[in-house]
C-alpha cells in the first residue's frame, strides 16, 4: 500500500544517523532537539519558552515525525467515512478534489480500500490543495512516485482560498470532495471573513457546477470554534448547499463532545508496531460531516 511506503520513507529520513535535522530546524534556536517537542509546542503553545516566537507547521522534519504519529489515525478516520459512501464503490473515475491535502491520508484511505476490494476504481484522479510546498516537498515527492496512468496525482500549492475561483471555471469535476483537518487550522491562521468568503463561493460552486452523487467529507477535531476547531464552519458550509443528505457523527472518546450519532468502531485500523517508538493513537478521536448532493 501505498501508506506503507511514505511512512517507511518518513521514518527512515527521521532516523537516519547522518541527518542532523535540529542544525537546521526552522524554529533556531528555540528547537527543543526533538521534534515530539516542537509539536507539543503547536498544540500547546503555553509549554514553549517564554520568549519564544509562535511554533508553526514549517519543519520538513517535524512533518516526517508528525506522518508517523497521526498518519494511521487520520487515515482510518477517512477509511471510516468513506465506508459510508457505498455507490464510490463502483467508480471507474474516482476523481478526488483534497482541500489542505498535506499528508495526503485521505489517499491512503482511498488506496487501503482499493487493495481490499471495497473501492473498484480504473482510474483516480487526485488533485491535493495546500499552501505549504516546502513542508511537505519530501513527502509529496514520495507520493508521486505513485503517479501513473492509473493513478494520477497533483499538487497545487496556493490558497484554497484563492485557488477555489480557478477550480470553479475548469471544466474538471470531482465526485468526491475532502476536507481532512482544515477548517480548525483555517479558524487558527485565517481572518473570519476570509473564511465566510470561502464557504460562500465553495458552496456555490459546488451548488451549481457538481453533478449529483457527489460526496464530501469534513473530518476534523470534535471541537467548535470557541474551544480551538473548526466544527461551526461544518454547519456553515451545510446552510448553504442546496439538496444534500447529510451525516453527522464522532467517534468515541471518553472526553468527547457530542456531535450526530457516535461512530460504533473508533480502532486505528492500522499496525502501529512498526511506528511504535513515535507513540501513534491507536483509536480515531476526530467529528465528521458527510455530505452527499442528491
Known amino acids: 500500500m501505498i501508506i506503507d511506503t511514505i511512512l517507511e520513507n518518513c521514518d527512515e529520513r527521521h532516523n537516519c544517523k547522518s541527518n542532523n535535522r535540529c542544525d537546521d530546524c526552522s ?24 520568549n519564544a516566537p509562535k511554533r508553526k507547521y514549517d519543519c520538513t522534519h517535524m512533518a516526517d515525525f508528525y506522518m508517523c504519529k497521526y498518519s494511521y489515525r487520520y487515515t482510518s478516520e477517512i477509511i471510516y467515512a468513506l465506508e459510508w459512501m457505498p455507490s464510490l464503490s463502483s467508480e471507474k473515475n474516482l476523481k ?27 482510474i483516480l484522479d487526485y488533485r491535493g490543495v495546500d499552501n505549504s510546498r516546502d513542508v511537505w516537498n519530501f513527502i509529496h515527492n514520495d507520493i508521486k512516485s505513485f503517479d501513473n496512468n492509473q493513478i494520477r496525482i497533483s499538487f497545487h500549492y496556493r490558497d484554497m482560498c484563492e ?7 475548469g471544466r474538471w469535476r470531482p465526485n468526491l470532495i475532502v476536507f481532512q483537518y482544515v477548517f480548525s487550522d ?25 453533478e449529483a452523487g457527489t460526496y464530501i467529507i469534513i473530518n476534523d ?20 448547499l442546496v439538496g444534500v443528505h447529510c451525516v453527522r ?14 461512530f460504533k468502531e473508533n480502532k ?27
Do not use: W
Not at 457523527?249 to 457516535?262: L, R
Not at 486505528?268 to 442528491?294: E, G
Open 27 to 50: 524554529y533556531g534556536q528555540f528547537c527543543p532537539g526533538d521534534c515530539a517537542k516542537c509539536l507539543e509546542y503547536i498544540h500547546y503553545p503555553s509549554h514553549a519558552e517564554t
Open 96 to 122: 478526488v478534489l483534497s482541500f489542505g491535502c498535506g499528508p495526503c491520508t485521505d489517499l491512503f484511505a482511498i488506496d487501503y480500500l482499493r487493495v481490499s476490494g471495497k473501492l473498484c476504481y480504473q
Open 163 to 169: 485557488v477555489i475561483d480557478n477550480i470553479s471555471q
Open 186 to 210: 483555517m479558524n487558527k491562521h485565517t481572518d473570519h471573513c476570509r473564511i465566510e468568503e470561502f464557504i460562500d463561493k465553495f458552496s456555490s460552486y459546488y451548488n451549481e457546477k457538481c
Open 221 to 240: 477535531i470534535n471541537l467548535n470554534n470557541s474551544r480551538g476547531g473548526g466544527r461551526d464552519y461544518f454547519e456553515k458550509l451545510h446552510q448553504k
Open 249 to 262: 457523527g464522532h467517534f468515541f472518546k471518553e472526553s468527547a463532545y457530542p456531535y450526530g450519532i457516535e
Open 268 to 294: 486505528n485500523l492500522f499496525d502501529l508496531s512498526p511506528l511504535k517508538d513515535y507513540n501513534p493513537f491507536n483509536t480515531c478521536a476526530s467529528a465528521q460531516m458527510l455530505i452527499r448532493k442528491d
